[in-house]
């Protein structure tokens, strides 16, 4: 039985897979820390693992279940790595190799992805996005349309022959509250979640709704916008901080999968494995 570290290291947030052969069967999410070293990141994810050894280690939804670590050795064989993080990325490579003896595959030139990708620059595509775009392909097929929300909330279409088409990029909700409370001085600063009525009677439930129901009519507005382009609609799939509580109050129809990026990665292992 192979064990493999899936690693994707975003803006706000790394999270740290774990597969044995075929079979993403745990994950664990940290806020990403561009102070971290290679020492850090390895305590991280041996962190990871005494909480699997104790049943504590949390399961995202989506997330299969948890198999006996009786099975998996609590050290992997190896491991893949995505990053947008370019000073990090560096940081994760030498843990990665710490932790399973070799050199950790990463995401980026160079590694095969099987996607067609109709871009300006395909290099310039980040890896957590082909992550995506390889797990949507197998899991729901051709076309469809991914939305993952971050620091940016992002769409990347797949067309019907299972090409990237193109995506959307947009400041995310996190980023959207704090630039109001950065740029008026008279706005505090909000948690960001969905208020109790569309018409807050405070400042503090105005932003929410500004800010989070803004964020829903704003992709159901542009799932339509782009099937209008693509000329068909596609499966939907959410992902990312707060995609349960934003399907449920889309007006379309979305999937929440929260392990699509992490099983992207290890199909993509699978097929560079040396």
């Known amino acids: 039985m192979e064990t493999v570290l899936t690693i994707d290291i975003r803006n706000t947030r790394t999270r740290i897979g ?54 998996a050795a609590p050290l992997a064989d190896g491991a893949i790595i995505s990053s947008v993080f370019p000073t990090l990325t560096t940081v994760w490579i030498e843990a990665a190799r710490r932790l399973t003896g070799a050199r950790p595959l990463t995401v980026g030139p160079g590694l095969k992805t099987g996607l067609k990708m109709n871009f300006a ?35 990347e279409l797949l067309d019907k022959e299972g090409a990237f088409r193109g995506g959307i990029i947009a400041p995310g909700m996190n980023l959207g509250a704090a630039a109001l409370a950065r740029g008026a001085a008279q706005l505090p600063a909000v948690e960001v979640r969905a208020p109790k009525t569309l018409l807050g009677r405070t400042t503090a439930e105005a ?17 339509d916008m782009i099937w209008a382009e693509a000329g068909y ?10 995609a349960e509580a934003i399907a449920a109050l889309m007006t379309h129809q979305a999937t929440v999968d929260q392990t699509l990026a992490l099983r992207g990665l290890l199909e993509l292992y699978q097929a560079n494995r040396r």
């Open 18 to 71: 774990l597969a044995c052969d075929d079979t993403l069967i745990s994950q664990w999410a940290v806020p990403t820390n561009p102070a971290d070293t290679a020492d850090s990141a390895v305590a991280c994810v041996l962190a990871f693992f005494d909480a699997l050894e104790r049943g504590l280690a949390p399961l995202e939804p989506n997330a299969p279940a948890t198999i006996e670590l009786a099975e």
């Open 121 to 155: 620059d395909p290099t310039a595509v980040g890896a957590d996005r082909v992550a995506e775009m390889v797990a949507a392909k197998t899991t729901y097929g051709s076309p469809a349309l991914v939305i993952d929300l971050g620091t940016s909330t992002t769409f």
């Open 233 to 242: 609609t596609t499966p939907l799939v959410l992902i990312g901080q707060g």
């Open 207 to 223: 932003m929410q709704a500004g800010i989070v129901m803004g964020e829903v009519a704003r992709i159901d507005g542009l799932i």
